[in-house]
């Protein structure tokens, strides 16, 4: 296992944390729609879980990532997609 299989872009704007998440696989794979996407980090779960707590919209990318997501209860099952193959789910925390 890698020692961080995440690789997340953070975004504040306005007070606010915008997240988005990416396996790094899926970031590292030529020929893809993800490949090379914006990122500025990378994290283990345990990061990841301090990101999810501060974020209120987070989009997450590759299967590592939503099970992650499903697993910590931000992603219902069913509430998941696909984007070029590509296993992708959002979340969006309401106030």
Known sequence: MLDKPFLVYV????????????????????????????VNAECT????KELLRDSISVNFFG??????????GYVHPEGTSEVDGVLCAIYIKIR
Not at 21 to 34: H, I, L, N, Q, S
Not at 63 to 72: D, F, G, Q, S
């Open 11 to 38: 975004s504040r704007r306005g007070g606010e944390t915008f997240l988005f998440v990416y396996d790094r696989e899926v970031v590292e794979k030529p020929g893809t729609r993800f490949h090379r996407a914006r």
């Open 45 to 48: 779960e345990g990061e990841l």
């Open 63 to 72: 299967n590592r990532a939503v099970k992650t997501a499903i697993k910590l």
